[in-house]
């Protein structure tokens, strides 16, 4: 098994594929009103980093870094059911914080839904913890907001 991360467009078919599985999904557990997901032609804007992971040639994850002042916010993290289990979601934070290292940006936050258990654990497992909400967000009971200072090695 060959795993490849790399700048992609979400505009891409298999990705694309990949971001209205992940809507659709949203779309099953929260209301509209609760899902802050960004349209495919949102993820396509100069301040948004995207990214795709390859296994074996096809793309089976992405993830993005959107960049707001002051700090980076992880969006549309998102891995093929069937490719679940190997790391890809880990591997595509990893290189969004790296990323955002690199971009000098000090912290990492996320908005996620409140019943994606999973992804909590995930983002635990990688530094996450639990914040405030932070931008233009709300606090819900569909949300979980989590932070990671970038500044502590």
Excluded: W
Excluded at 14 to 41: K, Q, T, V, Y
């Amino acid at each position: 098994m060959t795993i490849s991360i790399e700048y992609a467009s979400p505009r891409h078919p298999e990705i694309r594929n990949l971001l209205l599985a992940s809507h659709d999904l949203m779309g099953s557990l929260f209301p509209a009103e609760a899902n802050h997901f960004l349209s495919i032609d949102a993820l396509c804007d100069a301040t948004i980093h995207f990214f795709g992971v390859r296994v074996d040639g096809v793309y089976r994850a992405c993830g993005a870094l959107a960049v707001q002042k002051g700090y980076g916010e992880l969006k549309s993290i998102f891995t093929d059911p069937a490719a679940r289990g190997r790391g890809l979601g880990q591997t595509i934070i990893q290189h969004i914080e790296g990323t955002a290292r690199d971009l000098g940006l000090a912290q990492l936050k996320l908005e996620t839904g409140s019943l994606l258990h999973s992804a909590h654990r995930l983002y635990e497992r990688e530094g996450f913890a639990l914040c405030d909400p932070f931008g233009e967000y709300e606090p819900t009971e569909f949300s979980v907001f989590m932070s990671k200072d970038l500044t502590k090695v």
